[in-house]
């Protein structure tokens, strides 16, 4: 067939649609579907690279270059680029991308909206270019003011709320909003992704419950192109409230660089948002450049939070800026390891204050960090002072973390 339209109009559950090496000028709807045995599968050519370009033609006004709208679908091993609307979006459930690379887009990169969507091996870059800053840039500003996002999980047309995605080991940067993110989600996971220098926010979690984000590396680097203004590490907040943030683990994550390393906001017109059953254990924390909006590489801001926990956590800071800053409510510091003693509210017993003595080693240069960086040396003061945690028995690396656990994301 000429085009992949024509060709996915022939295609029933269990065929495999081969896409030859070229480039496509057309957007795509994948509206057949699969079955949970025989799947429709869509697929570059061995050892070729198919193309869909938009060439800032295609897509306009929300569009879309493509759309995974049945159920049942893998899509692997496109490039998808230069749309004036959106690049992918996952609209039916049970699809998977990957092995793609989806990039400059007008909006967002990729959204998964469908019930158990699956975005792995993924790269998303340079898209949302609505919201560019630079003088290079094109000179339209994102139509509602706002930004987008390189890759969300997000939002299911059918109900509103996107249940049980997996967005895993996609390398997500230089986006002109936030990075990877998932809102008004349920059960989402986001792990082993390699997410840096995007303008808003690097990871994101917004009224959603049920979230795992684990085992990632989130840089700010040495030379972003996006610039370090606005850029916070990991964030989390209540926008909307639909649903209210609960039940979030945010563990085994290296994270360097940002205005926060790691933050908790929510919108004043939402009195009752909050924090509710959050882990925040075995990370490691380096170095916010700060300005003057905030004190502290962490800040997690005041609400009627319950059940929340910072464990066994490394934040290094060299600023005059804090390592942590709290507002009220019910939030339980322990165990975790800081480079400079913090307030009062945040001091535990079991704390360790002093150099983390990381390896620091390698390049910070953009898509050039690597985990190593955060690793422990055999002087570390953090080995061997963590309080054991039944559900984290293993580190960044998926190293066995031993009896007598280590402080951070790494066992020595």
């Given amino acids: 067939m000429r085009t992949i339209g024509a060709a996915q109009n022939k295609l029933a559950a269990g065929d495999t649609l081969f896409v030859r090496g070229g480039t496509y000028f057309e957007t795509v709807r994948i509206s057949r579907s699969g079955t949970a045995r025989n799947p429709i599968e869509i697929r570059a050519y061995p050892g070729e690279t198919p193309t869909l370009d938009g060439r800032r033609e295609l897509g306009k006004g929300w569009g879309t270059m493509v759309n995974l709208a049945g159920n049942y679908i893998h ?4 490039e998808v680029k230069d749309g004036l609307g959106q690049g992918v979006v996952i ?6 991308l990957s092995n793609a690379n989806v990039h400059d887009h007008a909006d967002r990169g990729v959204l998964a909206a469908g019930d158990y969507s699956v975005v792995e091996r993924t790269k998303v870059w340079g898209n949302v270019w609505y919201n560019c800053r630079l003088s290079s840039c094109p000179p339209t500003r994102y139509p509602n003011g706002g930004s987008g996002a390189g890759l969300s999980a997000a939002r299911d047309p059918a109900d509103g709320i996107t249940e049980n995605v997996v967005l895993r080991g996609n390398t997500v940067y230089n986006n002109w909003g936030e990075g990877l993110s ?18 808003k926010v690097n990871i994101y979690v917004s009224d959603s419950r049920n979230v795992v984000v684990a085992n990632n590396l989130a840089y700010v680097s040495s030379n972003p192109y996006v610039g370090r203004v606005t850029s916070v590490n990991i964030g989390m907040a209540d926008e909307r409230g ?13 994270v360097k660089g940002g205005v926060l390393t790691l933050g908790w906001w929510f919108d004043p017109d939402l009195p009752t948002a909050r924090m509710d059953n959050v882990l925040i254990a075995h990370n490691t924390f380096v170095n916010a450049h700060n300005t003057s909006q905030y ?12 059940d929340v926990r910072f464990v066994n956590n490394i934040v290094t800071q060299d ?10 409510g019910d939030i339980t510091f322990s165990s975790n390891l800081y480079s400079k003693p913090p307030a009062a509210t ?5 704390d360790v204050i002093g150099n983390p003595r990381l390896a620091l080693a390698g390049s910070t240069w953009p898509g050039q960090m690597r985990a190593e960086y955060f690793k422990l040396t055999n002087a570390s003061p953090a080995i061997g002072a963590a309080a054991p945690l039944s559900t984290l028995l293993d580190d960044y690396f998926g ?3 031993d009896t007598t656990p280590d402080i951070g994301g790494h066992e020595f």
Wanted: hydrophobic share 35%.
């Fill in 75 to 78: 899509f692997d091993g496109f």
């Fill in 91 to 96: 609209s039916g459930h049970h699809n998977t």
């Fill in 182 to 199: 998932t809102f008004e989600a349920d059960g989402t996971t986001i792990e082993g992704n390699v997410v840096y220098d995007n303008y």
């Fill in 242 to 254: 639909k649903p209210f943030s609960s039940n979030i683990r945010i563990t085994n994550n290296f």
């Fill in 295 to 306: 004190s502290a590489s962490i800040n997690l801001k005041s609400a009627a939070h319950r």
């Fill in 319 to 328: 600023t005059v800026a804090a390592c942590v800053k709290i507002g009220n």
């Fill in 346 to 350: 945040v001091r535990a017993w079991n």
């Fill in 399 to 401: 190293n066995p973390r």
